[in-house]
């Protein structure tokens, strides 16, 4: 079996703790020159912005010298360039570090932040912050967390142990646990496992449960509740969420189907209209409380808890915006 060569180092460096992007051509193609490959699979972008970036010397080769826009195709190439990302409406909460060694990071994430560069969130991210504010360009991501959910992510220091982690969550030998809110329903026998198959359509938000052997796993707990309470203010769970698998919005989606959906999930049981940006009021009422494992490159036994709190168990009216 042939080793597959690794990609050559990228000749340009993070911009705002975001890597640049990496496109490789492909083995056979009707393409004449450089240009003519990137304006088709660039198309969101259109020939005039890639133009643009020919013009300004910003597609470069591995050797760091800008790629002529007639340069001739050739299979196997690769090409680094970095986007012209859309101006980002700032998280204006703490992302704060809870643990931190020459192996790995482990932050607390806000609501609203996602983990890693993608789509319409790029600089705005966990991952890009923190490169920044530690000064570790290789920092990498383990697993991700929802935008939405706020809580633990572990990050990794090193790219060649990277792996190491990432097999910890695809192995299922970290345990997680979640804290949710929602609507308390006496009528609900709890605790319980849920088990049911979910899928996630590519282009479509919402995930959803079908037919089939189950891939989704997660145990729900009542730890407390209380209310209704005045004003109109609903009965109230807090819930201890435990997955033992990772599938897209298995927790958003297994409360859900419970009949209790977690307070401010804009996609279940309904998609809500899109929440402007800047609107950082109703966070999602979930979050990643606990990370627990074994560090698979020391043997450490790690279990680090979120200092966070779920706003609106202490201030319903102020989070449901009555006030």
């Known amino acids: 079996m042939r080793r597959r060569t690794p990609p050559p180092p990228s000749p340009l460096p993070q911009r705002h703790g975001v890597d640049p992007v990496r496109v490789r051509l492909p083995a056979a193609g009707p393409w004449g020159t450089v240009r003519e490959h990137l304006v088709e699979r660039l198309s969101g972008a259109g020939a005039d912005t890639v133009d643009g970036m020919f013009d300004a010397g910003r597609i470069v080769g591995a050797d760091g010298r800008a790629v002529a826009a007639d340069a001739p195709y050739e299979p196997g190439m690769y090409v680094w360039f970095h986007r012209e990302a859309a101006p980002e409406t700032p998280v204006p909460f703490p992302l704060e570090v809870v643990y931190r060694d020459e192996h790995i990071v482990v932050a607390d994430k806000p609501h609203f932040l996602a983990t890693t560069p993608r789509g319409a969130h790029v600089t705005e991210t966990a991952l890009a912050r923190l490169r920044r504010e530690l000064g570790v360009p290789a920092l990498g991501a383990a697993h991700r967390l929802d935008r939405l959910t706020a809580g633990l992510v572990l990050f990794t220091v090193r790219p060649e142990e990277r792996g190491a982690y990432q097999s910890l969550f695809r192995d299922r030998r970290v345990r997680k646990e979640y804290e949710a809110l ?29 037919e089939g052997e189950p891939n989704a796993v997660s145990r729900v707990e009542l730890t407390e509740h209380r209310g209704p309470g005045p004003a109109g203010a609903p009965a109230l769970g807090r819930y201890r969420l435990v997955p033992t698998t990772g599938q897209t ?67 319903y009216e102020e989070w449901a915006g009555r006030q």
């Open 182 to 210: 929602a609507p308390y329903d006496p009528a609900l026998p709890l605790p319980r496992t849920v088990r049911s198959r979910i899928v996630k359509e590519r282009g479509v938000l919402a995930a959803r449960q079908v």
């Open 249 to 315: 919005h298995q927790l958003r989606v297994h409360m859900n189907a419970l009949g209790v959906p977690i307070l401010g999930d804009p996609l279940y049981p309904e998609v809500a209209p899109p929440v402007p940006a800047g609107d950082f009021r109703r966070p999602l009422q979930l979050l990643a409380r606990e990370l627990a494992f074994t560090d698979p490159v020391t043997g450490r036994a790690h279990r680090f808890r979120s200092g966070r709190a779920l706003g609106a168990w202490a201030a």
